[in-house]
């Protein structure tokens, strides 16, 4: 995924004010549309729409607007309609015209549907609440797991986890406020340069996603207060966000710095929980025979005796007979 940082003209980079305002207003169904086809539109050109261009200078990065309506097959008015947020009464045909046209990858495709179907979604039907626990049958699940595995929601808050996953994620436990969350953590701890190797890719994918969930539930006040949290302390999130990258979270390789064990390499797998509108389950795993598997192995070792250590402190302060 590219990274896209923009700038204010005669700065190093956009003012905390107009950037934040942006970034809380951005949250409404039509500049979400009106932002990401302008986005879209800017980073195509001609040629790579297959277009020819004329004249040796152009007034505009990327496609005009005529140019994207002539390849989407719509009339220039109807795009603009559409570019200025109005994706009221849209067909199917017409968005995937467009993404054709815009050169969408999945993800995008899949963002630019998700703002759609908000906009022509009833005013009850758009209200969603994020979840912030799991089912008892699902730490069941958890802790039935050898691997490491741990849920989250659209958010990133990290809800449950077996042993082995908190374990893992230990550093972002250090941070008192609750829920965890793992972007929180990724741009306001100072500890996360460390535990994310790649830090940037880290960064642009947990912004990629965050954005996604945005489009597909832009009135769920937990997400916006905490893109507006991030907008105000982070200008790392808040050049990120402005770019309107979108991605998913599906599988993937990480590299983490643990502070017990080392550097980790490990392998993952999302998948999302069906009964749990919102709701992703990883696991992770490292290569058999590998450095990282015997590390993690360690963890695991580590892992349990700290996880025994807190259950016996437990029942001392409760005054309970501990066998």
Request: a neutral charge.
């Amino acid at each position: 995924m590219k990274r896209i940082i923009s700038t204010l003209p005669g700065t190093a980079g956009p003012s905390l004010v107009e950037a934040t305002q942006t970034t809380l207003g951005d949250m409404d169904d039509k500049t979400q549309v009106r932002e990401f086809l302008v986005s879209r539109r800017g980073r195509l050109t001609p040629e790579q729409a297959g277009l020819p261009a004329y004249g040796a200078t152009r007034r505009v990065t990327g496609l005009r607007r005529e140019e994207v309506a002539m390849l989407a097959g719509v009339s220039v008015d109807y795009y603009v309609r559409l570019e200025r947020g109005n994706l009221s009464g849209v067909s199917e045909s017409v968005l995937e015209a467009l993404a054709r046209a815009l050169q969408l990858d999945e993800a995008e495709r899949a963002h630019l549907f998700d703002l759609a179907r908000t906009a022509n979604a009833s005013p009850t039907a758009r209200r969603r609440v994020t979840t912030r626990r799991v089912r008892p049958q699902v730490q069941q699940m958890l802790d039935a797991l050898s691997s490491t595995a741990w849920v989250r929601n659209d958010r990133g808050d990290f809800l449950a986890a077996n042993v082995l996953g908190h374990a893992l994620y230990s550093e972002i436990f250090r941070d008192p406020v609750r829920p965890a969350n793992t972007i929180r953590f990724t741009f306001l701890s100072p500890r996360a340069r460390n535990f994310f190797d790649d830090w940037e890719g880290t960064a642009d994918s947990s912004v990629a996603i965050l954005r996604a969930a945005a489009g597909r539930d832009p009135h769920n006040k937990a997400l916006s207060d905490l893109v507006g949290e991030l907008a105000t302390r982070s200008e790392e999130f808040r050049v990120r966000w402005a770019a309107h990258e979108v991605a998913f979270h599906r599988t993937g390789f990480k590299r983490l710095h643990h502070p017990v064990v080392g550097e980790l390499e490990l392998n993952y797998e999302g998948m999302e929980l069906t009964a749990d509108v919102g709701l992703t389950l990883f696991i992770y795993s490292a290569e058999p025979s590998s450095v990282s598997a015997e590390r993690l192995a360690l963890l695991a070792s580590w892992a349990l005796s700290e996880d025994q250590e807190a259950k016996l402190a437990a029942a001392e302060a409760s005054g309970a007979q501990i066998p």
